[in-house]
């Protein structure tokens, strides 16, 4: 079975504080992508990567950054973290030929206060 | 810009009853269709996915069925339990992988 962990289940952090998001999936998976859910406002796409090093903006790239490093890594980085940053951030993977479905981790619920 | 709708946002059926979810999107040139079990404060279980050419996926209980043309997916849940008390998402993948998601209907079975 696909194994998609994200380090933190709850993180609570102050205003301007730089925070850090880990995720790490077990399977080898090319892509990797970072949502956050919002009530009313469903899954939104922050960034999504294809490949060591690369990144692509989603439809909310701003006030986010991203690495990946590795492979099987995928951080989501707020720079300087604003109180509308408080959400349920969900990392997921999928391998990277066709379409393939995407395997979610069970979540960080981020409060910014 | 693809939009997916479900409708109910909420749902409460007596334990037993054959209830059914919809979701509606506006491009009909997708790829596939998945269909997501989520519960309070967890990440999404996949459930079902249908590709473009195909009309419905069977699991267990479950049944989606998809109708490309019109826009529309539905996922039939047969005989429900309390445990089947969740959130359901639907999610719709174009040729470029991009996902869209539906803001879910949050299905409660009373016992």
């Known amino acids: 079975d696909v194994k998609v962990t994200q380090s933190s289940r709850y993180l609570v952090k102050r205003t301007g504080e730089k925070v850090f998001l880990e995720c790490v999936q077990d399977?080898?998976?090319?892509?990797m992508f970072w949502y956050r859910q919002d009530p009313g406002l469903g899954l939104r796409l922050i960034y999504f990567?294809?490949?060591?090093?690369?990144?692509e903006k989603g439809d909310i790239p701003e006030g986010y950054s991203v690495s990946r490093e590795k492979k099987e890594r995928f951080s989501l980085i707020l720079e300087s973290a604003s109180t509308n940053q408080t959400s349920m951030y969900l990392c997921?993977?999928?391998?990277?030929?066709?379409?393939?479905?995407?395997?979610f981790g069970d979540g960080t619920r981020l409060s910014i206060l | 810009k693809q939009e997916v709708t479900q409708i109910p946002a909420a749902l409460s059926v007596p334990e037993g009853e054959n209830l059914v979810l919809n979701c509606s999107f506006t491009?009909?040139?997708?790829?596939?269709l998945q269909w997501f079990r989520q519960d309070p404060g967890k990440g999404l279980t996949s459930l079902l996915l249908i590709q473009s050419s195909q009309r419905e996926q069977t699991s267990g209980r479950l049944n989606a069925s998809l109708d490309k043309s019109s826009g529309r997916s539905t996922l039939y849940i047969a005989a429900s339990q309390p445990g089947d008390s969740a959130t359901y998402l639907c999610?719709?993948?174009?040729?470029?992988?991009?996902?869209?998601f539906g803001a879910g209907t949050r299905l409660t079975v009373k016992p």
């Open positions: 990567s294809y490949d060591v090093k690369m990144k």
């Open positions: 399977m080898d998976h090319e892509n």
């Open positions: 999610a719709v993948a174009d040729n470029n992988n991009d996902m869209r």
């Open positions: 491009d009909s040139a997708i790829y596939n």
């Open positions: 997921a993977s999928s391998r990277g030929e066709g379409n393939q479905p995407q395997h």
